[in-house]
């Protein structure tokens, strides 16, 4: 399966939220429900085998296992994206980046409508497998380079 983005407005993204299991289940899978949608098969995503083996993400000295979740808010947290480390790339939307800053660039949109150049360190958080907490990726890369 590949996954596309769309825009959508407010309402729509509160109505996906809210159907939302956790924190951890993909906006898509929401979606799926709120359409009366059958899951994916496991075949068809890599976020259904999140766990699996795979290469981590490495970025100035900073690695992430694979598997791990991403998220990015931007503008005050009126804009949030999510994805996935997967296989030594940032995946959000179904677009593979190799860094955070690229991510953030492409995704991130200005008030008036053009894509900023981002520090992408100071905007992605990461949660690890089997974790509940969202750590600062600027956080980890500045304990990384204190050693």
């Known amino acids: ?5 769309i825009d959508i407005d407010f309402d ?3 109505l996906i939220e809210t159907e939302r299991k956790s924190f951890e289940e993909a906006p898509y899978m929401a979606l799926r429900r709120l359409l009366n949608l059958p899951p994916p098969a496991a075949s068809d995503s890599k976020a259904t085998n999140l766990f699996g083996e795979g290469n981590p993400f490495i970025e100035d000295g900073v690695s992430v296992p694979h598997g791990s979740r991403a998220r990015m ?8 994206y999510e994805g996935n480390f997967l296989d030594g790339s940032l995946e959000v939307n179904g677009k593979s980046y190799s860094s955070l800053s690229s991510a953030a660039k492409d995704l991130a949109i200005t008030k ?6 981002l520090n992408g360190w100071l905007y992605w958080e990461v949660k690890y497998p089997n974790e509940t907490t969202w750590h600062s990726m600027h956080e980890l890369r500045k304990a990384v380079q204190k050693k």
């Open 1 to 5: 399966m590949k996954l596309q983005k």
């Open 12 to 14: 729509i993204y509160k």
């Open 73 to 80: 808010k931007y503008m005050r947290g009126t804009q949030i």
């Open 112 to 117: 008036k409508g053009t894509n900023p150049s």
